[in-house]
């Protein structure tokens, strides 16, 4: 039997899968990291619980500015918050640390940093090639913080996990008190999360994100609900029965799902994005800001989308798989709109997932709810959507919004072949009466 592909293996059943790497040592794969390019990195403290970096403090309206649980008191709306991470002594070294990456490393230019309580974005612009991977570079730099950490009195003890903590010394017990701090691993957990910008208008983009964490992490804070990811949400699904429902993860706000729903669903024939090659394969080809560039719009596709937004304008929620071009577009111009949407995943939220961009805006003024079915886990990366992935997630769709649903081909399925996975995916059952 041949051996599987990169990034996959074989389970149990035989059954080919995705490996799932943790986020913070997973690479890009067939990328050389010695290789100039702009990286976007991101460490987070070994005890996220500490905080230990800096303080978060939002805008109180009155010109002053106040901490979490006080500004929980003003009710401010999500738009009108505004906020800033005041670093603490040991943030301060931090970020001084990331700065003299550059000087330790003169192929490396430093373009930004942000610190925030519990973690830190940076980004390098790699000129030149080095003589050794990137990752040694994120080492010399955590070496300094925790130089700077002892310097300071900040013992690793309080700020080292359980998954990164190296077995203590050994040691005669009566030369040891209980009380005395050990100072072991590192005050950084291992690894790192690297983003490389190869795009045109990705490092402004990105610049922006820094620039708007504080303002996005005080939001998180105020308003949890928006953002609080659900394992498990039990959905009603009108369209295949009153008393049927089917299981989600979900993140967003979701009470949308008691509005009146509309599903969204345009053939690929009437729009298209344009595609550039990447590669071995393409992409999808943006402006600066994003924008992706249109290579095919129908006078059916105008009528179609017009029809779609003017519901959303009086009340309705736009539900979407946004599996086609057509469907994506729609969901694009809603979120432009500040209309609200339901959009169907293909896998799961990771434990500290946040939406990002528009999404982190829409989620903030409750208007965007993302279900993913619950029998698809999160993965690492971007997963490849499948004609079977599709077909069940137009199906959910379909018996989610009830009499809002949309017609669909399916091209000569049989009903079993479209129902039967669908109801896998989101463990469909029929209620229990109370």
Known sequence: MASPPLGWRLNEQGALVRETVHRMTRRLVGWNYHDPCIYQITVVLADRRSRALGRLRIADGAGGWVDVEAAKGLKLAPEAVRAVVEPTALGAAVAACWEACAQHYPQVKVIDARVMPDHVHGILWVQRPLACHLGQVIKGFKTGCNKAARALGVPFSATVSPSTAR?????????????????????????????????????????????????????????????????????????????????????????LLQRPIVQVQVSRRFFAYRRVPCGSGVKILRDAAGVPAVAASTPEFDAIRDG???????????????????????????????????????????????????????????????????????????????????????????????????????????????????????????????
Request: glycine share 8%; proline share 9%.
């Open 308 to 434: 779609f937004l003017a519901a959303a304008r009086h009340g309705a929620v736009l539900l979407s798989p946004c599996i086609s071009d057509g469907e994506r577009e729609i969901a694009r111009q809603a979120f432009t709109l500040k209309l609200p949407v339901i959009a169907m995943r293909n896998k799961g939220f990771a434990r500290l997932q946040k939406p990002v961009g528009r999404a982190f805006d829409a989620c903030a003024d409750g208007r965007l709810l993302m279900l993913a079915p619950a029998a698809w886990p999160h993965l690492p990366g971007e997963k490849r959507m499948t004609r079977a992935d599709a077909t069940a997630m137009n199906r959910l769709c379909q018996w989610i919004a009830g009499e809002g649903a949309a017609e669909i081909d399916y091209h000569g399925l049989r009903p079993c072949d479209i129902d039967s996975p669908a109801r896998i995916a989101a463990r469909v059952s029929s209620a229990v009466p109370r």
């Open 167 to 255: 077995p203590p010394t050994r040691t005669h017990p009566a030369t040891v008190s209980p009380s005395t701090p050990r100072p072991r691993g590192g005050l950084f957990a291992e690894g790192f999360q690297d983003t490389i910008l190869f795009r045109r208008g990705q490092l402004a983009a990105m610049r922006r994100y820094l620039a708007d964490n504080p303002r996005r992490l005080a939001v998180k804070r105020l308003f949890p609900d928006l953002f609080r990811r659900v394992a498990a949400l039990r959905v009603p699904m009108p369209g295949l029965g009153p008393s049927a429902i089917g299981w989600f993860s979900a993140l967003g706000n979701r009470f």
